[in-house]
């Protein structure tokens, strides 16, 4: 059974189409992924603001120091929320 030519020529468009889209726009390659900080450095960045490692310095929160086995919100003289 052969095609209708309106049918055939509607498939080269599609295809003629397609193709120049590709040429025209091609497809961003991935992002090189960023390197890893080192543990220090991501620590100095998101919790040695407000946290210090050594024990008995208080900063806008607890020290964490002895953190592991301590049940949380339990150091005194800080707020928690519920």
């Not at 020529?9 to 025209?24: E, I, N, T, V």
């Not at 929160?61 to 339990?74: E, I, K, M």
């Amino acid at each position: 059974m052969r095609r209708p030519r309106a049918m055939t020529a509607m498939a080269l468009l599609g295809a003629a189409a397609a193709s120049f889209a590709r040429a025209q726009f091609p497809l961003p390659l991935p992002a090189t992924p960023a390197a890893p900080a080192d543990p220090a450095t991501q620590f100095a960045n998101q919790c040695g603001t407000c946290h210090a490692l050594a024990s008995g310095e208080e900063r806008q929160g607890p020290d964490l120091h002895g953190v592991f086995g301590r049940h949380a919100g339990t150091v005194p003289g800080f707020t928690y929320s519920p």
